[in-house]
C-alpha cells in the first residue's frame, strides 16, 4: 500500500513539475526576435558582447555561459518575479523560445 501511494505522488509530482517547465524545445529564431523586443533595451542580446545597455543588466552571454545554466535553471528563472526586472507575461511558447535561443549561446 505504501508503495502504491508513493507511486501516485510521484506521478503528481511529475504531472505538476511537466507544466510548469515544460521542456518542449522553443524556437531560437522567435526567441531573438522576442528578445529585440522586450529585452534588448537593457540586455546586449547578441552573442560575443562584453556590456548591456543597462549597466547592472547581464549581457545574454554572460547568462548563457554561467556554469549550470539551463533550460531548467531558466525556466526557474523566468517565473520568479525580479526586483530590478519588469515582469514579463510570455506564454509558455514565448518563453520557451526566449530560452531557446538564450541557450543557443553558450560557447562554453
Ligand atoms: C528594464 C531593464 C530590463 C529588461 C527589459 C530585461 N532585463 Fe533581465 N535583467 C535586468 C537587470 C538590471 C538584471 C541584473 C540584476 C538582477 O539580477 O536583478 C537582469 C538579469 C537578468 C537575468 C539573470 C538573472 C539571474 O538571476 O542571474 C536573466 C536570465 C535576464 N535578466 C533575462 C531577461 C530576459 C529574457 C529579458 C526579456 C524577456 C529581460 N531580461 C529583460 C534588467 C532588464
Redesign the pocket.
Known amino acids: 500500500m505504501e508503495k502504491v501511494r508513493l507511486i501516485c505522488f510521484a506521478m503528481a509530482l511529475s504531472t505538476a513539475a511537466s507544466t510548469v517547465f515544460a521542456q518542449e524545445r522553443g524556437s531560437e529564431a522567435d526567441g531573438y526576435l522576442?528578445?529585440q523586443e522586450?529585452?534588448?533595451?537593457?540586455?546586449s542580446?547578441e552573442s560575443g558582447m562584453k556590456f548591456?545597455p543597462?549597466?547592472?543588466?547581464?549581457t545574454?552571454q554572460d547568462?548563457a555561459d554561467?556554469p549550470g545554466m539551463s533550460g531548467l535553471a531558466?525556466s526557474v528563472?523566468?517565473i520568479?518575479p525580479?526586483?530590478?526586472?519588469?515582469n514579463?507575461a510570455?506564454s509558455q511558447e514565448e518563453r520557451a523560445d526566449?530560452?531557446a535561443y538564450?541557450l543557443s549561446m553558450k560557447s562554453k
Open positions: 522576442l528578445a522586450v529585452c534588448a533595451e537593457c540586455h542580446i548591456s543597462n549597466f547592472l543588466a547581464p545574454f547568462i554561467t531558466l528563472w523566468s520568479t525580479h526586483k530590478t526586472m519588469p514579463f510570455f526566449i530560452i538564450i
